[in-house]
């Protein structure tokens, strides 16, 4: 293997992906901080720009490995693996159990979303970042809304439980 592998990607192509990966995962992550979440706009950029510069990484490792050998075997599906079972890591350390509720699922959901819209950007999948991320800010803010029309409901409802336990 070269010890000064030449890129697969030029400069620009990279800047471009992973600054496409920190933008739509700013616009995903300021909805979990004005709702003033545990994982905010920083997380989510973090966690977007790190999962697209793992997909850019692991087409450069693809390349490397195809240009020191023919016969070399090299699977970059792998990388997207790990990526996500990171991601999925970081999503589930943003749960907790309060009581009977469990509180942070949404942001744990939209870290592993913000993993997955990296990856899109990294691989040059722009359309299906920008569409993912759009869905991603219709469900957190539109039916944002809904909830809180139902929600009081349903936290008068949790609260009749608590006190009939005597909690």
């Known amino acids: 293997m070269p010890t000064d592998p030449t890129l697969a990607f030029d400069a620009l192509e990279i800047a471009e992906r992973l600054g496409a990966s920190m933008a739509l995962g700013a616009v995903i992550g300021l909805d979990r901080e004005w709702r003033d979440r545990p994982a905010g706009l920083r997380t989510h950029i973090l966690v977007a720009l790190a999962s697209a510069l793992f997909t850019i990484l692991s087409f450069e490792l693809f390349?490397?490995?195809?240009?020191?050998?023919?016969?070399?075997?090299?699977?970059?599906?792998?990388?997207?693996?790990?990526?996500?079972?990171?991601?999925?890591?970081?999503?589930a350390g943003t749960i907790i159990r309060a009581s009977r509720r469990l509180e942070g699922v949404t942001t744990g959901a939209s870290i592993w979303l913000v993993g997955a819209v990296g990856i899109a950007c990294g691989g040059g999948f722009y359309e299906l970042a920008l569409i993912g991320t759009a869905?991603?800010?219709l469900v957190l803010t539109g039916l944002g809304m809904v909830e809180r029309r139902v929600g009081p409901k349903r936290r008068r409802r949790e609260q009749k439980e608590r006190d009939a336990e005597g909690g």
């Open 63 to 91: 390349e490397t490995a195809q240009q020191a050998s023919s016969h070399a075997r090299a699977d970059p599906i792998r990388v997207v693996e790990a990526v996500l079972t990171g991601v999925a890591f970081l999503g």
């Open 135 to 137: 869905m991603a800010v």
